[in-house]
């Protein structure tokens, strides 16, 4: 099956990684090669120099390890300056330049073995943890979140390891310590090519694992982006699985309107601070209301909100959940006492159920799903006439039908003269 080919978002997002990353690579070499210089240093500057010359072919150079170990260090110190330049400007680094970087700074090991090699001899050059140091820069290499570049660096580590191995050591002849032996040298070699390769597979596995995470985000966010500020979780993962970009459509859907009486006269005389102290209290339970009852907040309306049932995802039950999600507020409502408050909190709920038109509609930059046609205006007139008939929670005679027997305490309204309507309309009061 062929790869699907990545998104300009994902690659932005994964160049802007890499060189995250690869600034976090550079960091930890450079702070373990101070380290280990600042250590080494220590011992040819202490009276331990003295015992490690009684192993010495020659004269050992006090400063030996800032000779070999320095150029390198400086090098790491100098590329996290070049990567924090390059990365303040938005720039990626040329793929030729990682491939050079990488072959400097492999080179380390192999440059130590050299020099050791010269001081003491093949013998304990190559019994020493130096060729252990390759293992460092291929393990740190898969933070390139790359195949190649880990296994090219084991690459450079088994030839170098190799061309020192081979340019300096007496092959031939009856040798008894392993050491001395090309098999074995081989062998090591082979190991450092085979870790490099394995550091390219697990920075693979990385890269396929940081592609789904930002593929991921990015769905959630065109959720959000279509369906509002806040979509409840479990709508969240029900419309990952499904298309985000929802054609326009007509289906049977209830629509709630809700509304904060009085908002304005109270908000008046109240700092700003605390009138959406107030606000953000009041919708944090209604919004939990309608997320446990399939709905979700289609949009604010400033002291109140406009909220759907039956889409974008199929609810064959969407006007007896949108019921029971009013009859939850108004219930909180009694029980926290926020009627009586010195801030009193008294809504009207109208709800509505019938055909709507549902789709995105927007530019292609903004987005927004929403829900159009009679059904929407009706269930905004049946919240404002909350205030002429004393009510808390008002339903159209269509809502009254999908309820069937569980419509609970109720009374008739009778037929009502709407705006916007020649026939008048049969309304219910339910209580909360």
């Given amino acids: 099956m062929a790869t699907p080919a990545a998104s300009p978002d994902f690659e932005r997002a994964l160049a802007k990684e890499i060189m995250a990353s690869e600034r976090l690579r550079v960091q930890v070499l450079a702070g373990v090669l101070l380290i280990l210089l600042a250590v080494q240093q220590s011992l040819f500057l202490s009276p331990l120099h003295d015992v490690l010359q009684q192993f010495a072919l020659k004269p050992l150079p006090r400063w030996l390890p800032l000779a070999i170990i320095g150029p390198f260090a400086a090098y790491e110190v100098l590329v996290i300056f070049i990567l924090r330049y390059r990365a303040g400007r938005g720039l990626d680094m040329p793929t030729p330049v990682r491939f050079g970087n990488a072959v400097i700074e492999?080179?380390?090991?192999?440059?130590?073995?050299?020099?050791?090699?010269?001081?003491?001899?093949?013998?304990?050059?190559?019994?020493?943890?130096?060729?252990?140091?390759?293992?460092?820069?291929?393990?740190?290499?898969?933070?390139?979140?790359?195949?190649?570049?880990?296994?090219?660096?084991?690459?450079?580590?088994?030839?170098?390891?190799?061309?020192?191995?081979?340019?300096?050591?007496?092959?031939?002849?009856?040798?008894?310590?392993?050491v001395m032996l090309p098999a074995y040298h081989l062998l090591k070699a082979a190991v450092l090519l085979g870790a490099g390769i394995i550091a390219g597979f697990v920075a693979m596995r990385l890269r396929a694992k940081f592609r789904a995470a930002t593929e991921a985000a990015a769905a959630r966010e065109r959720v959000i982006n279509?369906?509002?500020?806040?979509?409840?979780?479990?709508?969240?993962?029900?419309?990952?699985?499904?298309?985000?970009?929802?054609?326009?459509?007509?289906?049977?859907?209830?629509?709630?309107?809700?509304?904060?009486?009085?908002?304005?006269?109270?908000?008046?005389?109240?700092?700003?601070?605390?009138v959406v102290a107030f606000l953000n209290g009041a919708f944090a339970f209604m919004i939990e209301?309608?997320?446990?009852?399939?709905?979700?907040?289609?949009?604010?309306?400033?002291?109140?909100?406009?909220?759907?049932?039956?889409?974008?995802?199929?609810?064959?039950?969407?006007?007896?959940?949108?019921?029971?999600?009013?009859?939850?507020?108004?219930?909180?409502?009694?029980?926290?006492?926020?009627?009586?408050?010195?801030?009193?909190?008294?809504?009207?709920?109208?709800?509505?159920?019938?055909?709507?038109?549902?789709?995105?509609?927007?530019?292609?930059?903004?987005?927004?799903f929403t829900a159009i046609g009679d059904t929407v205006n009706l269930a905004a007139r049946l919240e404002q006439l909350t205030k002429e008939h004393d009510a808390r929670l008002i339903v159209s005679d269509a809502v009254m039908a999908a309820l069937g027997g569980g419509a609970g305490s109720s009374a008739p309204l009778g037929a009502v003269t709407v705006r916007g309507y020649a026939e008048p309309v049969r309304i219910w009061r339910l209580d909360g």
């Fill in 106 to 178: 492999t080179s380390l090991p192999t440059a130590m073995l050299w020099w050791v090699n010269d001081y003491v001899g093949p013998a304990i050059a190559f019994s020493t943890w130096l060729s252990m140091l390759y293992f460092f820069y291929i393990v740190a290499s898969t933070l390139r979140l790359n195949f190649i570049l880990p296994a090219f660096t084991g690459a450079v580590a088994a030839a170098g390891y190799l061309g020192v191995a081979y340019a300096v050591l007496p092959f031939g002849g009856a040798l008894t310590d392993p």
């Fill in 226 to 274: 279509l369906f509002g500020q806040h979509v409840s979780p479990a709508v969240v993962e029900r419309l990952l699985a499904s298309p985000t970009e929802l054609p326009g459509e007509r289906r049977e859907i209830c629509v709630m309107f809700l509304d904060i009486r009085n908002f304005t006269a109270h908000a008046r005389n109240r700092q700003p601070e605390e």
């Fill in 289 to 368: 209301s309608i997320d446990r009852h399939g709905g979700f907040i289609n949009k604010f309306l400033g002291d109140g909100f406009m909220a759907i049932f039956g889409a974008p995802l199929d609810d064959a039950a969407a006007a007896q959940h949108a019921v029971a999600a009013a009859r939850e507020v108004l219930a909180e409502i009694d029980r926290r006492g926020l009627a009586d408050s010195p801030w009193p909190l008294r809504i009207g709920i109208g709800l509505h159920a019938g055909p709507a038109v549902t789709g995105n509609v927007g530019s292609p930059r903004r987005k927004e």
